[in-house]
């Protein structure tokens, strides 16, 4: 090995520990860190004494432990040692597609920029198909009858010569298309898994002119069927339709019965409890006024008119209690039959089952009973 090569390689490997140690400082804590400077400089020994595979090996494990870019770069030359073009240009493109943050170190910079350069020569080394799949969702794309994994999108890598790129989904059969790839070189590939039509039906064959086929006894029943169901289907919906339109009508009219009823009934209770309170105090009223009244004339102002001033004083209020009581008896009776009247009314209208009261009211009244009849 020439001196020169040798001092760029071990140039570059001190880098790579230094991104190791610039990363994360060296404790018990980040002891994969540890690790993987120990890897990564045997690794490094390993590769300039040619064993490439041995090199590779190690590589990958620190990786493995530490993704840093600079450690990758050397995973893709270890590929490239061991005459793997493919596998080192995925790790070349993971490389260079690497997001650069603010904390990174400049010697990370200077591997994806290095990265880049070597993935261009890797790229004359081998050829990149773009396969295009139509008619199917979620294909399975297949290289020489293998699944692989795109280089990025639906662009795949392989090495130059024949190479048939095939797609299929479950339930058909795979479609493939063949290429002849050349070193350096870029194919695109389409390949279309539309499933085929169904073939058309066999034509009747032609009536005889003028005559028309008969109908089968199967046809027969069949359209009788279907028209029978056409019928009954047609009932049912106008069956609904009224049956609806009737709902409607009963509750629209439930609606305004019980909005009448709530007119009179209101008014009439509240006229019947009123005047049955007004006979009520009238009665009692006028009945102590009419005793009063009676006491004071048979024990002091009889016929002999002997009526003292006191007992004269109470005499005429007994007779204001009388008229007052005559009167409150008056308005209490008029309350209480305008509030029987009005009742009356207010029960006999009839509010349909729908709004949840059934049948008709009505009052019957006679000269010694009052009753409330309701009849279904």
């Not at 139509?134 to 699944?147: C, I, K, M, N, S």
């Not at 339109?245 to 019965?257: D, S, V």
């Amino acid at each position: 090995m020439r001196f020169g090569d040798w001092l760029r390689r071990m140039l570059a490997l001190a880098v790579v520990l230094q991104c190791l140690a610039i990363a994360v400082p060296a404790t018990a804590e980040d002891d994969p860190k540890t690790q993987a400077r120990a890897l990564v400089k045997e690794a490094a020994e390993k590769f300039d004494a040619g064993e490439s595979a041995a090199a590779l090996e190690l590589f990958e494990q620190a990786y493995a432990l530490v993704p840093a870019p600079t450690i990758l770069l050397y995973v893709a030359r270890s590929h490239r040692a061991v005459g793997d073009p493919v596998a080192a240009l995925r790790a070349y493109h993971k490389v260079v597609t690497y997001e650069i943050k603010d904390t990174d170190p400049d010697p990370v910079k200077k591997a994806i920029e290095d990265a880049k350069t070597e993935k261009a020569q890797v790229e004359a080394e081998v050829a990149l198909v773009e396969v295009t799949v139509t008619g199917a969702t979620g294909a399975r794309v297949l290289v020489d009858g293998a699944e692989a994994e795109p280089l990025e999108g639906t662009t795949y890598v392989v090495m130059p010569g024949e190479h048939a790129f095939s797609a299929e989904v479950a339930g058909t059969a795979p479609k493939s298309e063949n290429v002849t790839a050349a070193a350096g070189q870029r194919y695109s590939v389409s390949i279309d898994l539309t499933p085929p039509a169904p073939p058309p039906a066999a034509a009747a064959p032609p009536a005889a002119a003028g005559v028309l086929p008969a109908p089968t006894f199967e046809q027969d029943k069949a359209a009788e069927f279907e028209k029978q169901e056409k019928e009954r289907l047609a009932r049912e919906a106008e069956e609904n339709r009224k049956r609806e339109a009737a709902r409607a009508e009963q509750e629209r009219e439930g609606k305004k019965a019980g909005r009448r009823r709530k007119l009179f009934l209101a008014p009439g209770w509240l006229l019947f409890l009123g005047g049955s309170a007004g006979l009520g105090v009238g009665i009692w009223k006028g009945t102590s006024a009419k005793g009063d009244r009676d006491t004071l004339n048979d024990d002091f102002c009889g016929s002999n008119d002997l009526c003292t001033i006191g007992a004269e004083k109470k005499l005429q209020s007994a007779k204001d209690d009388a008229g007052a009581a005559t009167l409150g008896i008056g308005i209490g009776g008029a309350a209480f039959a305008t509030g029987i009247t009005l009742m009356v009314l207010g029960y006999t209208i009839d509010v349909p089952k729908e709004r949840g009261i059934e049948g008709a009211w009505s009052v019957q009244v006679s000269p010694g009973a009052a009753a409330v009849k309701r009849t279904f």
